[in-house]
């Protein structure tokens, strides 16, 4: 249910709340990265750095307002402009505990990749994290299981 305008926290009607710390997450359209695809069609939520800030180590960070079982979403970004990047995903339960951490390599520029989470323990929260680099996160098609 993510299309708006320029946000710097959005909580959605599913109770899922997303933001950064530096960065406002906008809603982006096909346009405005180049043409490459989403999963979904135009629109996908992307973390933008708020200037004078970059989005070097800043995450994409995605809470549950009530925990979650299962987790997935579409996301991106393998060689853009010229940078290589391979996405860390963080996954915490209660009291910021790690669950678990992927990092996912040659991953195409369009929003198509997929990853997707099950856990044993109370999924509360995620980030995404390409890294020291300005390209900001984003994703798509964010799926919950409670």
Do not use: C
């Not at 979904?40 to 070097?56: D, I, K, M, V």
Request: hydrophobic letters at 35%.
């Amino acid at each position: 249910d993510a299309i708006g305008p320029v946000i710097t926290k959005y909580t959605s009607a599913y109770g899922v709340t997303i933001w950064s710390n530096k960065g406002t997450a906008i809603f982006t359209s096909s346009a405005n990265r180049g043409g490459e695809y989403t999963s979904s069609g135009e629109y996908s939520l992307f973390n933008n750095a708020t200037s004078p800030n970059t989005s070097a180590n800043d995450p994409l960070i995605i809470g549950f307002n009530t925990p979650v079982k299962a987790f997935g979403f579409f996301f991106f970004f393998g060689n853009k402009y010229g940078q290589q990047v391979s996405p860390i995903i963080t996954v915490y339960g209660e009291y910021n505990a790690v669950i678990g951490v992927f990092q996912k390599n040659n991953i195409p520029s369009a929003v198509t990749t997929y990853l997707g989470v099950k856990s044993n323990k109370p999924i509360h929260r995620v980030t995404i994290d390409y890294g020291d680099t300005l390209l900001g996160e984003e994703i798509d098609d964010l799926m919950l299981v409670r």
